[in-house]
């Protein structure tokens, strides 16, 4: 598996959110403000990314040598909020121009499952280090991509005439069937 | 106030069931529910963790120190994930391997989570199980209609429960000449089938 | 085995992760606003971003913030709701409680100006050519607040715009927060008694026009309906003066009624008197509210109306206020210049003891400049000062023989005969004079001839330089002057006083005027006729041609006679006549000791936003009014040419006392209407708001 595929794949045709269904919640409850579709989107590329290598390195150097594999889900989740902490922490004293970017959403993506289920699915792929950081970064802006994406034409849908019923998540959902088909496009490409 | 018992487990299954009042939970609704049996069984396997960690965090509640009472909740909710985890490799390996990913990601599932905080922190053991058994069979139903829908359209099948040996349900529904709207077995179909049931429920609930 | 790795592992990696943590949040520790972090526990911390927040930190810091309602998260429930709201300092016991209100009466009755087909959003409908209805400030009716309202508090109501329960609400500010509009208003009681008319606000004509800035449209609907209560308290909210407004207010407000623009206006301040007397015939004091106390001590010298009214705004406001006033009872110019048949004095103090009841501090008798001054208050610990010593010195005409004996000038006169009626009335009455001419055509002038009358003066005459057009008095008092027999001389400038050999005031000469050519302002000047001298014989004259402040306290004090401006009619000077703070930043003044002689309702107007600048000023915030202040100013698409649809229906007259009956005594001369005539002249109020009003009515 080359790098250009890893790329294409994880942004357009593996897209987390629109073809794995990972980070879903957020997905939905972020995307009514560009603005905040967009912190949340840049928020996920930087956790998504060291969260991948983090967890790529406890799997490869502690998990397998040890053959405690079962135990990912826990130790994986454990790492991961400890990491999103830190990384608070770390962005509020040292970079506070960039927490004010980003600080609002690290917290919410301890338990996002986009950053968790990415995370999983590089280890079950057994990919090597690079391959890792780079299916990471491909996943993180996939998941960006469709989430600003989806929040433009969110912000339009109020202005639309939509019949009570469908109203809100009902017509969010539909149109986020719509974005899916249109990535859904991509699959030749591979 | 004070619900009887019956009340807090039958309220999961409509008045708040998670998926379509909250739409909390989405990522497995959408992910796996391609045909019946997935749907059942993430449900299941849902509500096993959903009604254990309830359990175990209405019992511990007057123990947890409320500062640290997230970080025990997701360590309990994630220990109770490997356990149907390593239960699931054992007796349903075909299911576990359906569902993929999506097992592990119960840990961040927010329903699961939001119960835990919300309802089995501040209730009795029995009123935990019940509110966990309630929103686990809504949930589960909820999987299990979205996927017979799509399955139905999709695949032309109803598929309840597979044995090694056979399969529980009916195959080929609408007959051998029907064409299968694949549409409704892949992503877009996800979406747009949960918004329209979605719609159907606005409907039915605004009477 | 297995397991006991398994464990160890488990335990290891926690230990690293607590540690790593553990350490990390003391070197990289910052202060923030420790309720975020409350407010977060109180979420249901499951991140699911469901609340439109990027998870339940970030909604957090939005409800600290003031930008999302404490019922922000939606997996918590309404326990959670509570307490964040909690949290968020609406404990009673410390501070006002917030309440939502609809300040948009316009609803469905506004017309609509595009045909809109999308969907039932306010939000949305005001993105596009921001909203479908003619006004421009009005409520759209699809109530985005009653979504937005966690607490069901509010709903659309019969008229199409949002209603709010006030028992329900909880001041959240959710609905607030979604109206595009800015129609919903989440306000303490302070907040709203520190309001300033605007130009964007929604209000009608006639409270635009009320220099209190009553909101009138809303007290005579409650009366409508018999809130009477409900009507004093929307009058106490800007007046605390009712019942003696409701007598003398010459309301201005009626002149811009738009009921008035086709028909007769209505009768406002007759109803305001109704609802007024209605509280006082029941014997039975309202409760007012009061801000919790803030610990600072205020000053407010004069019990006029501009004092009263400042001291019972600041009162509300959570200060302490003492009044000190160089009179023996409290109301001042109402007190001791207006007659007892225009204002019975036991309803003033009925009103004024409702002022002091709240916790003010009334010093009686003591006079600034004489008894204290601006130092020895500043010593004792006042905070700030209100200057209201109002205008009691009066104009001299400058002419020859004015100080004969017989002579004396209008407030002089009033203010001696009322303190020998209300407080001396043993001694001997003041001089009376058989035949009486009094020179002025303002409001003093028509007192002291009707006081006259009534003393038995046998013939009073007023001698007014231009014609009766011109005189400045109430057009009621004149007409009451009139009935009472009171002989009007116009066009006529007095230009000596004739005195006899033992200095008694024998006659009055003057000369005659005619009206000359229209000046610049577009009236005709008088000019006098040359040889045209007339004497009219008199045994007294009382001169009421205008007053000003007393400032005789300036000389006393250091502090004041170096720094205190004044204007050149001796009134107090300050930079913005709606902060009203003088050349001295804690001195304020207001009223006529600002202005020169003025309403009694421009006082109280006045005393109300004074009050709001000390309350800046000792809060040390700006004290400079907003830009978009009406300050009695109207707005110009509320004022209209024509109104469509009027059927006439006759104002309700004023009922009085008999001539002959009343000439006699100095029993109250103007009566109060009766609870069918209130009722029938409230329904002829069309409740009008910016440009839509009640068309049902007309």
Same mark, same amino acid.
């Given at each position: 598996?080359?790098?250009?595929?890893?790329?294409?794949?994880?942004?357009?045709?593996?897209?987390?959110?629109?073809?794995?269904?990972?980070?879903?919640?957020?997905?939905?409850?972020?995307?009514?403000?560009?603005?905040?579709?967009?912190?949340?989107?840049?928020?996920?590329?930087?956790?998504?990314?060291?969260?991948?290598?983090? *967890?790529?390195?406890?799997?490869? #150097? #502690?998990?397998?040598?040890?053959?405690?594999?079962?135990?990912?889900?826990?130790?994986?989740?454990?790492?991961?909020?400890?990491?999103?902490?830190?990384?608070?922490? #770390?962005?509020?004293?040292?970079?506070?121009?960039?927490?004010?970017?980003?600080?609002?959403?690290?917290?919410?993506?301890?338990?996002?499952?986009?950053?968790?289920?990415?995370?999983?699915?590089?280890?079950?792929?057994?990919?090597?280090?690079?391959?890792?950081?780079?299916?990471?970064?491909?996943?993180?802006?996939?998941?960006?991509?469709?989430?600003?994406? #989806?929040?433009?034409?969110?912000?339009?849908?109020?202005?639309?005439?939509?019949?009570?019923?469908?109203?809100? *998540?009902?017509?969010?959902?539909?149109?986020?069937?719509?974005?899916?088909?249109?990535?859904?496009?991509?699959?030749?490409?591979? | 106030?004070?619900?009887?018992?019956?009340?807090?487990?039958?309220?999961?299954?409509?008045?708040?069931?998670?998926?379509?009042?909250?739409?909390?939970?989405?990522?497995?609704?959408?992910?796996?529910?391609?045909?019946?049996?997935?749907?059942?069984?993430?449900?299941?396997?849902?509500?096993?963790?959903?009604?254990?960690?309830?359990?175990?965090?209405?019992?511990?509640?007057?123990?947890?120190?409320?500062?640290?009472?997230?970080?025990?909740?997701?360590?309990?909710?994630?220990? $109770?994930?490997?356990?149907?985890?390593?239960?699931?490799?054992?007796?349903?390996?075909?299911? $576990?391997?359906?569902?993929?990913?999506?097992?592990?990601?119960?840990?961040?599932?927010?329903?699961?989570?939001?119960?835990?905080?919300?309802?089995?922190?501040?209730?009795?053991?029995?009123?935990?199980?019940?509110?966990?058994?309630?929103?686990?069979?809504? $949930?589960?139903?909820?999987?299990?209609?979205?996927?017979?829908?799509?399955?139905?359209?999709?695949?032309?099948?109803?598929?309840?429960?597979?044995?090694?040996?056979?399969?529980?349900?009916?195959?080929?529904?609408?007959?051998?000449?029907?064409?299968?709207?694949?549409?409704?077995?892949?992503?877009?179909?996800?979406?747009?089938?949960?918004?329209?049931?979605?719609?159907?429920?606005?409907?039915?609930?605004?009477? | 085995?297995?397991?006991?790795?398994?464990?160890?592992?488990?335990?290891?990696?926690?230990?690293? &992760?607590? /540690?790593?943590?553990?350490?990390?949040?003391?070197?990289?520790?910052?202060?923030?606003?420790?309720?975020?972090?409350?407010?977060?526990?109180?979420?249901?911390?499951?991140?699911?971003?469901?609340?439109?927040?990027?998870?339940?930190?970030?909604?957090?810091?939005?409800?600290?913030?003031?930008?999302?309602?404490?019922?922000?998260?939606?997996?918590?429930?309404?326990?959670?709701?509570?307490?964040?709201?909690?949290?968020?300092?609406?404990?009673?016991?410390?501070?006002?409680?917030?309440?939502?209100?609809?300040?948009?009466?316009?609803?469905?009755?506004?017309?609509?100006?595009?045909?809109?087909?999308?969907?039932?959003? &306010?939000?949305?409908?005001?993105?596009?050519?921001?909203?479908?209805?003619?006004?421009?400030?009005?409520?759209?009716?699809?109530?985005?607040?009653?979504?937005?309202?966690?607490?069901?508090?509010?709903?659309?109501?019969? @008229?199409?715009?949002?209603?709010?329960?006030?028992?329900?609400?909880?001041?959240?500010?959710?609905?607030?927060?979604?109206?595009?509009?800015?129609?919903?208003?989440?306000?303490?009681?302070?907040?709203?008694?520190?309001?300033?008319?605007?130009?964007?606000?929604?209000?009608?004509?006639?409270?635009?026009?009320?220099?209190?800035?009553?909101?009138?449209?809303?007290?005579?609907?409650?009366?409508?309906?018999?809130?009477?209560?409900?009507?004093?308290?929307?009058?106490?909210?800007?007046?605390?003066?009712?019942?003696?407004?409701?007598?003398?207010?010459? @309301?201005?407000?009626?002149?811009?009624?738009?009921?008035?623009?086709?028909?007769?206006?209505?009768?406002?301040?007759?109803?305001?008197?109704?609802?007024?007397?209605?509280?006082?015939?029941?014997?039975?004091?309202?409760?007012?509210?009061?801000?919790?106390?803030?610990?600072?001590?205020?000053?407010?010298?004069?019990?006029?109306?501009?004092?009263?009214?400042?001291?019972?705004?600041?009162?509300?406001?959570?200060?302490?206020?003492?009044?000190?006033?160089?009179?023996?009872?409290?109301?001042?110019?109402?007190?001791?210049?207006?007659?007892?048949?225009?204002?019975?004095?036991?309803?003033?103090?009925?009103? /004024?003891?409702?002022?002091?009841?709240?916790?003010?501090?009334?010093?009686?008798?003591?006079?600034?400049?004489?008894?204290?001054?601006?130092?020895?208050?500043?010593?004792?610990?006042?905070?700030?000062?209100?200057?209201?010593?109002?205008?009691?010195?009066?104009?001299?005409?400058?002419?020859?023989?004015?100080?004969?004996?017989?002579?004396?000038?209008?407030?002089?006169?009033?203010?001696?005969?009322?303190?020998?009626?209300?407080?001396?009335?043993?001694?001997?009455?003041?001089?009376?004079?058989?035949?009486?001419?009094?020179?002025?055509?303002?409001?003093?002038?028509?007192?002291?001839?009707?006081?006259?009358?009534?003393?038995?003066?046998?013939?009073?005459?007023?001698?007014?330089?231009?014609?009766?057009?011109?005189?400045?008095?109430?057009?009621?008092?004149?007409?009451?002057?009139? @009935?009472?027999?009171?002989?009007?001389?116009?066009?006529?400038?007095?230009?000596?006083?004739?005195?006899?050999?033992?200095?008694?005031?024998?006659?009055?000469?003057?000369?005659?005027?005619?009206?000359?050519?229209?000046?610049?302002?577009?009236?005709?000047?008088?000019?006098?006729?040359?040889?045209?001298?007339?004497?009219?014989?008199?045994?007294?004259?009382?001169?009421?041609?205008?007053?000003?402040?007393?400032?005789?306290?300036?000389?006393?004090?250091?502090?004041?006679?170096?720094?205190?401006?004044?204007?050149?009619?001796?009134?107090?000077?300050?930079?913005?006549?709606?902060?009203?703070?003088?050349?001295?930043?804690?001195?304020?003044?207001?009223?006529?000791?600002? /202005?020169?002689?003025?309403?009694?309702?421009?006082?109280?107007?006045?005393?109300?936003?004074?009050?709001?600048?000390? @309350?800046?000023?000792?809060?040390?915030?700006?004290?400079?009014?907003?830009?978009?202040?009406?300050?009695?100013?109207?707005?110009?698409?509320?004022?209209?040419?024509?109104?469509?649809?009027?059927?006439?229906?006759?104002?309700?007259?004023?009922?009085?006392?008999?001539?002959?009956?009343?000439?006699?005594?100095?029993?109250?001369?103007?009566?109060?209407?009766?609870?069918?005539?209130?009722?029938?002249?409230?329904?002829?109020?069309?409740?009008?708001?910016?440009?839509?009003?009640?068309?049902?009515?007309?």
């Amino acid at each position: 598996m080359g790098y250009m595929e890893i790329i294409i794949g994880g942004i357009f045709v593996n897209n987390i959110l629109l073809a794995q269904f990972l980070g879903n919640c957020p997905f939905l409850g972020t995307s009514k403000k560009m603005e905040t579709a967009v912190g949340m989107a840049m928020a996920v590329v930087f956790v998504l990314v060291l969260a991948g290598v983090i *967890t790529w390195v406890l799997y490869t #150097f #502690f998990l397998v040598p040890y053959k405690l594999v079962y135990m990912r889900t826990i130790a994986f989740i454990l790492v991961i909020a400890s990491l999103v902490q830190f990384v608070e922490m #770390f962005l509020k004293k040292s970079i506070p121009a960039l927490y004010a970017g980003l600080g609002i959403f690290l917290p919410l993506i301890t338990t996002n499952c986009a950053v968790f289920g990415a995370c999983i699915l590089n280890v079950d792929k057994d990919l090597n280090f690079m391959k890792t950081l780079v299916q990471s970064v491909a996943y993180a802006v996939g998941f960006g991509l469709a989430l600003i994406l #989806f929040a433009g034409v969110r912000e339009r849908i109020i202005l639309a005439r939509v019949p009570k019923p469908l109203q809100d *998540t009902s017509i969010g959902l539909v149109t986020a069937g719509i974005l899916s088909l249109t990535f859904y496009a991509f699959k030749g490409m591979i | 106030m004070a619900k009887t018992l019956t009340q807090e487990f039958t309220k999961g299954l409509w008045e708040e069931i998670a998926p379509f009042r909250l739409v909390l939970g989405l990522c497995p609704v959408l992910g796996v529910t391609t045909t019946i049996e997935n749907g059942i069984g993430m449900g299941l396997a849902t509500t096993f963790v959903l009604v254990f960690s309830n359990i175990l965090v209405a019992s511990l509640r007057n123990i947890i120190p409320s500062k640290v009472r997230i970080a025990c909740f997701i360590i309990i909710i994630a220990t $109770f994930v490997v356990v149907t985890e390593l239960l699931m490799q054992a007796f349903t390996y075909t299911l $576990f391997l359906k569902l993929g990913v999506f097992i592990p990601l119960i840990v961040v599932n927010c329903i699961v989570l939001g119960r835990a905080e919300a309802f089995a922190s501040k209730n009795s053991l029995t009123f935990s199980i019940a509110d966990g058994l309630g929103i686990g069979i809504g $949930f589960t139903l909820s999987l299990a209609a979205l996927g017979a829908v799509r399955e139905l359209f999709g695949a032309n099948n109803l598929t309840i429960w597979t044995t090694p040996t056979s399969i529980i349900g009916i195959q080929e529904v609408f007959g051998t000449n029907f064409e299968p709207f694949t549409f409704m077995v892949q992503a877009p179909g996800a979406f747009v089938c949960l918004g329209l049931m979605l719609c159907l429920m606005n409907l039915v609930g605004s009477k | 085995m297995l397991s006991l790795s398994a464990v160890l592992f488990m335990l290891a990696l926690g230990a690293v &992760c607590g /540690t790593v943590l553990s350490v990390a949040s003391k070197i990289f520790y910052v202060y923030e606003d420790p309720r975020i972090a409350i407010v977060e526990g109180y979420t249901a911390s499951a991140n699911c971003g469901g609340c439109g927040y990027a998870g339940c930190s970030a909604a957090a810091v939005a409800v600290v913030a003031g930008e999302a309602p404490p019922s922000v998260c939606i997996v918590a429930g309404p326990e959670a709701t509570a307490n964040i709201a909690g949290v968020m300092g609406l404990d009673p016991g410390t501070a006002e409680s917030l309440l939502s209100y609809n300040t948009c009466t316009g609803g469905d009755r506004a017309a609509d100006k595009f045909l809109y087909m999308g969907i039932n959003s &306010c939000q949305a409908l005001a993105t596009l050519h921001g909203g479908q209805r003619v006004c421009p400030v009005g409520c759209l009716g699809f109530g985005d607040c009653v979504k937005a309202c966690a607490f069901d508090a509010i709903k659309i109501g019969a @008229h199409g715009y949002p209603v709010v329960n006030e028992m329900k609400c909880v001041g959240c500010g959710a609905c607030e927060k979604v109206c595009p509009k800015d129609i919903m208003e989440i306000k303490t009681m302070s907040q709203k008694l520190l309001h300033l008319n605007q130009y964007d606000d929604r209000i009608a004509p006639c409270q635009q026009t009320c220099p209190a800035e009553i909101d009138i449209p809303k007290y005579i609907y409650q009366t409508k309906i018999g809130d009477y209560e409900g009507a004093v308290n929307t009058i106490r909210e800007r007046n605390p003066l009712l019942l003696s407004c409701g007598r003398v207010c010459p @309301h201005p407000c009626e002149d811009k009624c738009r009921r008035g623009v086709e028909d007769e206006p209505v009768s406002i301040n007759q109803l305001k008197r109704f609802v007024a007397d209605h509280e006082m015939n029941t014997g039975k004091r309202l409760p007012i509210s009061v801000a919790p106390p803030t610990g600072k001590k205020l000053a407010v010298i004069g019990g006029g109306p501009a004092g009263l009214s400042c001291a019972y705004f600041l009162r509300r406001l959570g200060h302490d206020v003492t009044i000190f006033d160089a009179m023996p009872k409290l109301g001042g110019m109402i007190r001791y210049g207006i007659p007892e048949y225009r204002l019975p004095k036991e309803v003033l103090a009925w009103e /004024t003891d409702g002022i002091l009841n709240l916790g003010i501090e009334h010093k009686p008798n003591v006079a600034l400049g004489r008894d204290f001054d601006i130092g020895s208050l500043i010593a004792s610990g006042y905070d700030a000062v209100f200057l209201g010593i109002g205008a009691w010195k009066d104009y001299t005409l400058g002419v020859e023989g004015e100080n004969l004996n017989g002579c004396y000038t209008g407030i002089n006169f009033l203010t001696n005969f009322a303190v020998w009626q209300q407080e001396r009335p043993h001694d001997k009455r003041p001089f009376i004079g058989k035949k009486c001419v009094v020179i002025g055509g303002g409001n003093t002038a028509i007192d002291c001839v009707r006081t006259l009358v009534r003393l038995g003066a046998d013939e009073v005459t007023i001698v007014y330089r231009r014609t009766r057009k011109e005189m400045p008095a109430n057009e009621v008092e004149i007409v009451a002057a009139e @009935h009472e027999g009171i002989n009007f001389t116009f066009l006529a400038a007095p230009t000596r006083v004739l005195g006899d050999e033992e200095g008694g005031v024998t006659g009055l000469e003057y000369l005659k005027m005619e009206l000359g050519e229209p000046d610049a302002s577009g009236r005709r000047r008088p000019v006098p006729i040359e040889g045209s001298e007339t004497v009219i014989d008199i045994d007294m004259l009382i001169t009421a041609i205008g007053q000003g402040p007393d400032v005789f306290f300036k000389d006393e004090s250091k502090r004041l006679d170096e720094d205190l401006k004044l204007t050149r009619w001796n009134t107090i000077d300050s930079e913005d006549e709606i902060a009203l703070q003088s050349s001295i930043p804690y001195i304020f003044s207001g009223g006529d000791a600002a /202005t020169g002689a003025d309403l009694v309702v421009s006082a109280i107007g006045a005393g109300r936003r004074a009050a709001r600048s000390i @309350h800046f000023y000792l809060a040390d915030e700006d004290i400079t009014p907003p830009s978009k202040t009406l300050f009695g100013n109207n707005i110009p698409v509320s004022i209209f040419e024509s109104v469509s649809g009027i059927t006439q229906l006759p104002r309700t007259e004023m009922p009085e006392l008999p001539v002959d009956e009343r000439i006699k005594s100095f029993v109250e001369a103007d009566l109060v209407i009766t609870e069918d005539e209130a009722l029938y002249e409230s329904s002829r109020c069309l409740e009008c708001c910016l440009i839509c009003y009640n068309k049902d009515v007309a």
